[in-house]
Structure formats: structure tokens, C-alpha cells
């Protein structure tokens, strides 16, 4: 599943145009499409189509995992959940066999939500707060601080790796960013999150933020066929590198299961 680094790269991309395509912002919705009925959340296939043809995208932006495209008059809300992607193409170009969602958009160009395995959803509302509101700080804003950061932890008895993928505890980290973060941290991922010091505490949201930070600088991770451009699979500490050496102490990684995800970890720099 693409995680901040991957959405906000997704979004800098519609946002700004990059060398493989140009960016939508400022284009108006010529027509709508909606090619699997589940994918929309929200509203219905006709209202959405009634709605957001006319409409001008104004911005590309992330919340969390979340796309926000701020448009005219409502925000269009996209989550890419497992397989899901946002292409843009020449309108003349043939709808790909997985495009669930299309709009046309000025200029002859095509904003394609492309989602093979069909988890990923969208929503056209008025309110994006009805549907973000309940999403966990951002862990870049630089308004939340590590006394708040440390607070939350302190108010919460929960392993620590569950409760940093919980998106009400804190949006758009994943299971690659975490591990890496608590590696970088030196923070053992079955740790109880009220028995983290504040030193500790304001340690891993540091390392949360270096992590994100250089996965955003390297267009996030490009693993398997989800992903996209990015090489930051290139510079992992741990994850995904099951009895490879720990590039801090030499000792092989090691895996578990926590909270039904995979977790990797090294065994010397993150005691428990």
C-alpha cells in the first residue's frame, strides 16, 4: 500500500507535471466516467458525474494517505489502498483494462484512478472533514511537537508498531516507514508506547520524520508492481532485509509478525 511518501510524491506530480506528464491544476472537468460502480464512496454514479463535470482543479494535495483535489466547489478524496494509482494521459489514449474511475479534463488529457485489485475509494464531497476528520496528526506538521507526540504515546497502552500504523493515532505511515523508523530510533517494535521516556519519544518522531523526509526526497519506494519511480528501496535499513546485516551493528535482520504485519528488526540495536 503507498504510504505518505508515495501519496505526496503521487500528489507533487498532478500538482507541479513532472518530465512524463503535465500537471492538472488549473484544468476544468469536461466529463466524468465512472467505469466500477464501488469504487465511488460517495455520492451516487449520476450525482458524482452531475457534479464535478465543470469544476476546476485548483490544488493537489495529500491528508494522510489521502489525494485531496480541491476543486470549484466540492474535494474530490482518493485512497490508492492496496493496488491503486492516478495516471495522466491523452484523452485519445484507450482506457486501460483497470481504470475504475476517469475524467476528462481540458487540454485533451485524461485523470485516470487505475486500481486492479479494487480496494481503493473515492469521494466527492463538500466536507472532506466528514471523512479525514478522524485521521491522527501529521507527522511532518512541525506544529506538533514531541511533548504532544510523547503525550499521546503516554495516554495509550498499545505496542508501539501497531499504534504508529493506527491512522487515528498518527496519519500516513505504513508498515515500511515504521519499521524503519523504529530501527532508527533504536525502539524494539513489541515496546508498550506509555513506557517510552520523553527522550525516547522525541527521539522516534524524529526518526519518523528523517525517514518520511528521505523517502519523499527519493519519490518513496518502488517495491513491487504498485509502485512507481521512486529508489528509496534502495537505501532500507531493515525492511524487507531478513538476515542481511544491520547497517549499524553487522547483526542479521530479523522478521516477526506483529499485528498480523511482517516486522523486521534488528535484535542488538532494538532491545526489548
Known amino acids: 500500500m503507498p504510504e505518505l511518501p508515495e501519496v505526496e510524491t503521487i500528489a507533487a506530480g498532478l500538482r ?3 518530465s512524463e506528464q503535465p500537471a492538472i491544476t488549473g484544468r476544468v472537468v469536461e466529463a466524468a466516467w465512472v467505469l466500477w460502480e ?3 464512496a460517495s455520492p ?4 458524482f458525474v452531475q457534479r464535478i463535470v465543470g469544476q476546476e482543479i485548483l490544488d493537489v494535495g495529500r491528508r494522510g494517505k489521502f489525494l485531496v483535489f480541491t476543486l470549484t466547489d466540492d474535494v474530490l478524496l482518493v485512497h490508492l489502498r492496496m493496488s491503486g494509482d492516478v495516471l495522466v494521459e491523452p484523452v485519445s489514449t ?7 474511475l476517469s475524467l476528462d479534463l481540458q487540454g485533451s488529457l485524461r485523470l485516470a484512478f487505475n486500481d486492479p485489485r479494487k480496494f481503493g475509494r473515492a469521494w466527492l464531497t463538500p466536507q472532506p472533514q466528514s471523512i479525514l476528520g478522524s485521521l491522527g496528526p501529521e507527522p511532518l506538521d512541525e506544529t506538533f511537537s514531541a511533548q ?5 504515546l503516554s495516554e495509550r497502552h498499545r505496542q508501539v508498531k501497531p499504534l504508529l500504523l493506527d491512522q487515528g493515532f498518527l496519519a500516513g505511515l505504513g508498515n515500511i516507514y515504521t519499521d524503519e523508523a523504529l530501527h532508527a530510533a533504536g525502539l524494539h517494535p513489541l515496546m508498550l508506547s506509555d513506557s517510552l521516556s520523553f527522550t525516547q519519544a522525541e527521539k522516534l518522531l524524529a526518526s519518523i520524520r528523517q525517514v518520511l523526509a528521505e523517502g519523499i526526497r527519493r519519490n518513496g519506494a518502488s517495491i513491487d508492481w504498485v509502485y512507481r519511480g521512486g529508489d528509496f528501496q ?4 531493515v525492511y524487507q532485509r531478513t538476515g542481511q546485516p544491520c547497517p549499524v551493528c553487522g547483526r542479521p535482520i530479523e522478521r516477526m509478525v506483529v499485528g498480523q504485519r511482517g516486522t523486521h528488526y534488528c535484535p542488538v540495536c532494538q532491545r526489548l
Open 16 to 18: 507541479l507535471g513532472t
Open 38 to 40: 464501488r469504487t465511488l
Open 44 to 47: 451516487s454514479s449520476d450525482e
Open 94 to 100: 484507450p482506457p486501460a483494462q483497470h481504470h475504475r
Open 148 to 152: 504532544a507526540f510523547h503525550r499521546k
Open 234 to 237: 534502495n537505501y532500507f535499513r
